[in-house]
């Protein structure tokens, strides 16, 4: 069963730098596709990157790219998204989770059914 548990979150200035990481405690992470997911505050939760389950495909949403990294370890059950030059606007709760959509849903949220507990991260202009 999957058991997802994100940690790295924190508050920075605009500018800095964060790293999340998610670690699957069931060690089913290597079946699914993972995203990223975030939800500021009175907005809807939006994928902001998303990966296929063997690395082969990878999305960003358009205002991170660049700036946000994702990576995944099968072989240890962790992903990590490298967050640089944040911006006030990243202000969110970001939340791991798992899925098996087909690629052409690959971003779509509704397409994730295991969540982690979220982090939260706090950029300060």
């Known amino acids: 069963q999957v058991n997802l548990v994100e940690s790295g979150g924190g508050s920075v200035q605009a500018g800095g730098s964060l790293r999340l990481s998610c670690t699957d405690f069931?060690?089913?992470?290597?079946?699914?596709?993972i995203a990223w997911v975030r939800q500021a505050p009175g907005k809807d939760r939006e994928a902001v990157s998303c990966?296929?389950?063997?690395?082969?495909?990878?999305y960003y949403l358009d205002s991170v790219k660049g700036r946000f990294t994702f990576s995944r370890n099968n072989a240890e059950g962790t992903v990590q998204l490298r967050m640089n030059n944040l911006k006030a606007e990243d202000t969110a709760i970001y939340y791991c989770?798992?899925?098996?959509?087909?690629?052409?849903?690959?971003?779509?949220?509704?397409?994730?059914?295991?969540w982690g507990q979220g982090t939260k991260v706090d950029v300060s202009s």
């Open positions: 069931g060690y089913q992470l290597e079946y699914y596709a």
């Open positions: 990966i296929t389950n063997k690395a082969r495909d990878t």
């Open positions: 989770a798992v899925g098996r959509p087909i690629l052409s849903s690959l971003r779509q949220v509704s397409s994730y059914g295991y």
